[in-house]
């Protein structure tokens, strides 16, 4: 079958869209007067009309296209705008001319351009529902700060060393920040769509995103103060961890790649004895029910992200210096004082010295088992001062547990000689 002429396509892609946007518009152009003027017909001509310009006589003559289609869409909106002051017709029909201009030099790009905006004007409903009674004002800011740390903050950002020891790279502490606000939020949008229904271990799984020692704290007050959600809390308090794991593949991938191939089944056994071991606590607290919360609050801490790139800063910074005086064994030290306050940066830290070429990525494995084992005490403290005594007997084995089986992987795979 001989292949369409670059025209013809160009033409038919327009021709597509034109009567795809159309046919959304007439159906809410509504019957007898008054009405949008624009509908199917006027959306299809509108669409050609951008080809043949473009085909005719290239940017210039679209443009002038364009300016006369937006000149009769503003006439059309003053007419008509005591009774829809609404621009979204005709925006839509300007945008569908420039669109019907772009499918002769870039018909792929064009079709599905023109399919997301018939895609945009037919979920109105849903989206204004979304906007006015789904989303919350928390969410929105939550949102927004992501917006801007993600497309305004990390672009401006030097994405060379700097600072002492050449140990700081921003946009790749920045970077990290990211993805730990956006696991955060995706955990926090799961608990918002199924609701509160899975109780404290749902709760506790995608809390353990943000911090899983501050979800075993929480955990453990929620045990101490209603001993009947024991098991349920306790479930939270070990499916948190899961989701530290979950995590921290996750930043190690974001650092370094060699990094992770190189640990990958020491994180998987540890997860694996976390899931195990929560999963047995999980079956009798799917009996409970936690409270439902409409608003839960923010989709994520931006306390906690910045107060984590600090922590990663510092941390940087220490194991650079300890790797420069005491060699293999300095990047150990730091890496385990950093891991009792936040295995993630600790292990960041580490797996960014491999991506700089400073370590070997066989050298990063036992430090990074360093700050795991480190940060279960830390978790061990939370849970016994938080829970008392039968919380903690119920929650420090399976951080045992977790730990013992990541240097369990770890052997297994030969990567710590004994």
């Given at each position: 079958?001989?292949?369409?002429?670059p025209?013809v396509l160009?033409?038919l892609?327009?021709?597509g869209?034109?009567?795809l946007?159309g046919?959304?518009r007439?159906r809410?152009?509504?019957?007898?007067?008054?009405?949008?003027?624009?509908?199917?017909?006027?959306f299809?001509?509108?669409a050609?009309?951008g080809?043949?310009?473009?085909?005719?006589?290239e940017?210039?003559?679209?443009?002038?296209?364009?300016?006369?289609?937006?000149?009769?869409?503003?006439?059309?909106?003053w007419?008509a705008?005591d009774?829809?002051?609404?621009?979204?017709?005709?925006?839509?029909l300007?945008?569908?001319?420039?669109?019907?201009?772009?499918?002769?030099r870039e018909?792929?790009?064009?079709?599905g351009?023109?399919?997301?905006a018939?895609?945009?004007l037919?979920?109105?409903t849903?989206?204004?529902?979304?906007?006015?009674?789904v989303?919350?004002?928390?969410?929105?800011?939550s949102?927004l700060?992501?917006?801007?740390?993600t497309?305004?903050?990390?672009?401006l950002l030097?994405?060379?060393?700097i600072?002492?020891y050449?140990?700081?790279?921003?946009?790749?502490?920045?970077?990290?920040?990211?993805?730990?606000?956006?696991v955060?939020?995706a955990?926090?949008?799961?608990?918002?769509l199924v609701?509160a229904?899975?109780?404290?271990?749902?709760?506790?799984?995608?809390?353990?995103?943000?911090?899983?020692?501050a979800?075993?704290?929480a955990?453990?007050?929620?045990a101490?103060?209603?001993?009947?959600?024991m098991r349920?809390?306790v479930?939270?308090?070990?499916?948190s961890s899961v989701?530290?794991i979950?995590?921290l593949?996750l930043?190690?991938?974001?650092v370094?790649?060699?990094?992770?191939?190189?640990f990958?089944l020491?994180?998987?056994?540890?997860g694996?004895?976390?899931?195990?071991?929560?999963?047995?606590?999980?079956?009798?607290?799917?009996?409970?029910?936690?409270e439902?919360?409409?608003?839960?609050?923010?989709?994520?801490s931006?306390?906690?992200?910045?107060t984590?790139?600090?922590?990663?800063?510092?941390?940087?910074?220490?194991?650079?210096a300890?790797?420069?005086?005491f060699g293999?064994?300095?990047?150990?030290?730091?890496a385990?004082?950093?891991?009792?306050a936040d295995?993630?940066?600790?292990?960041v830290?580490v797996?960014?010295?491999?991506?700089?070429k400073?370590?070997?990525?066989?050298m990063?494995?036992?430090?990074?088992?360093?700050a795991i084992t480190?940060?279960?005490?830390?978790k061990?403290?939370?849970?016994?001062?938080?829970g008392?005594?039968?919380?903690a007997?119920?929650?420090?084995?399976?951080?045992?547990?977790?730990?013992?089986?990541?240097?369990?992987?770890?052997f297994?795979?030969?990567?710590?000689k004994g």
């Amino acid at each position: 079958m001989p292949a369409l002429h670059p025209l013809v396509l160009g033409f038919l892609v327009a021709l597509g869209v034109g009567l795809l946007v159309g046919i959304d518009r007439e159906r809410h152009k509504g019957d007898g007067l008054p009405h949008h003027a624009a509908g199917l017909r006027t959306f299809t001509l509108a669409a050609l009309l951008g080809a043949v310009a473009m085909a005719a006589g290239e940017a210039l003559l679209l443009a002038a296209a364009a300016a006369v289609v937006a000149g009769f869409a503003g006439l059309s909106y003053w007419r008509a705008r005591d009774q829809d002051p609404g621009l979204t017709t005709e925006t839509a029909l300007v945008l569908t001319t420039l669109i019907g201009g772009l499918a002769i030099r870039e018909p792929t790009f064009a079709a599905g351009l023109g399919v997301v905006a018939a895609v945009l004007l037919a979920a109105r409903t849903a989206l204004h529902r979304f906007t006015r009674s789904v989303l919350t004002d928390d969410e929105l800011r939550s949102l927004l700060i992501f917006a801007g740390a993600t497309v305004v903050v990390l672009p401006l950002l030097p994405d060379h060393p700097i600072g002492p020891y050449g140990a700081l790279n921003l946009r790749t502490v920045w970077l990290v920040v990211i993805l730990v606000m956006a696991v955060s939020a995706a955990g926090y949008i799961a608990v918002r769509l199924v609701g509160a229904r899975f109780g404290l271990p749902l709760a506790g799984f995608a809390s353990g995103f943000v911090s899983s020692s501050a979800t075993i704290g929480a955990m453990g007050e929620r045990a101490r103060s209603q001993p009947e959600l024991m098991r349920p809390a306790v479930a939270g308090a070990v499916l948190s961890s899961v989701a530290t794991i979950v995590q921290l593949a996750l930043l190690i991938a974001a650092v370094s790649l060699e990094t992770l191939r190189a640990f990958w089944l020491p994180l998987v056994v540890s997860g694996g004895a976390a899931i195990v071991y929560g999963g047995i606590f999980t079956v009798w607290a799917l009996e409970h029910r936690a409270e439902d919360h409409p608003t839960p609050g923010n989709a994520f801490s931006l306390k906690t992200a910045l107060t984590f790139a600090a922590i990663l800063a510092v941390i940087l910074v220490i194991a650079a210096a300890a790797q420069d005086w005491f060699g293999e064994t300095g990047v150990l030290i730091a890496a385990s004082i950093g891991g009792l306050a936040d295995t993630h940066s600790a292990a960041v830290s580490v797996a960014s010295l491999v991506q700089e070429k400073r370590i070997e990525a066989s050298m990063a494995i036992v430090p990074i088992l360093a700050a795991i084992t480190a940060n279960t005490v830390t978790k061990a403290a939370f849970a016994i001062t938080t829970g008392g005594r039968a919380f903690a007997l119920y929650v420090i084995p399976g951080l045992i547990l977790m730990a013992a089986a990541a240097w369990a992987g770890a052997f297994l795979a030969g990567l710590v000689k004994g």
